[in-house]
């Protein structure tokens, strides 16, 4: 039985005021989760700051991105070890927005993801179509190629991951995928995941794309679907709190 995850990425928000308001709210309304894990995933300089704040919670911590490297001469990046050492245990890799407007390939995603598990921490490995592939129906090739690359760095540790399916058109834009829709390439991407691994049944595969608290419980109830990775609901203690029960 997989454990269901909802993993809360801030992205670029909040300041100190707004982010301990969030988290004392969140805290005071959601009872520690007991059946499922919780996470949020705040900007790099809040790290720390959060962690303290999380303390005997329940709730874990991630960050939103990381470098290659462990260390040295790379000026503005962040190394996977100075994440767990501030405490992360997961780390989001290749989210669309980090290959869409900062270039990311498939293979520096796939690098990005060896340095993670390298560090001791699980990324959640992002994958997801446009609008306009999807719509040329490519959306399972699109897939098959961004796991693809993982797989060849990656083989059977693929299974120290979470992968998150997350269609491009429906981040942000409250359009969310049916759970149909999502079940679909959920459970492709578990039949994918059979090339490098006989345990699929244990990897876990959320859905990403304008989650909120009306939508959670249908989509984590199809068998393929695991939890969510939750942008914007994310950042409202009260819908957080109502999505992290949907996955109870
Ligand atoms: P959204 O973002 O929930 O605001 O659509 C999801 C994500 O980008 O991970």
Request: net charge neutral; charged share 20%.
């Amino acid at each position: 039985m997989r454990r269901k995850l909802v993993i809360g990425n801030w992205k670029m928000h909040g300041d100190k005021a707004a982010i301990g308001q969030l988290l004392t709210t969140l805290r005071q309304i959601l009872p520690r989760p007991a059946n499922a894990t919780v996470a949020v995933c705040p900007p790099f300089v809040y790290l720390d700051w959060v962690r303290q704040r999380l303390e005997g919670s329940g709730i874990d911590l991630g960050a939103q991105n990381l470098s290659t490297e462990a260390k040295g001469a790379f000026t503005g990046e962040v190394a996977p070890e100075m994440l767990r050492d501030c405490g992360c245990r997961y780390v989001i890799v290749g989210h669309s927005e980090r290959r869409q407007l900062f270039g990311e390939s498939d293979a520096l995603v796939a690098t990005k993801v060896s340095a993670a598990l390298r560090a001791g921490l699980t990324p959640i490995l992002c994958v997801g179509e446009t609008l306009k592939q999807r719509e040329a129906g490519s959306t399972l090739s699109v897939i098959e190629a961004q796991l693809g690359a993982v797989f060849t760095q990656l083989g059977a540790a693929i299974e120290q991951t979470v992968i998150a399916y997350e269609p491009v058109w429906a981040i942000g834009t409250g359009q969310t995928a049916t759970p149909e829709q999502a079940q679909k390439v959920h459970a492709f991407i578990r039949r994918l995941l059979a090339a490098v691994t006989t345990k699929t049944a244990e990897i876990s595969i959320l859905y990403g794309g304008s989650v909120k608290a009306d939508n959670a419980a249908t989509l984590f109830s199809q068998p393929d679907i695991d939890g969510g990775l939750v942008g914007g609901a994310s950042l409202n203690a009260e819908e957080f709190a109502a999505i992290c029960k949907a996955a109870e």
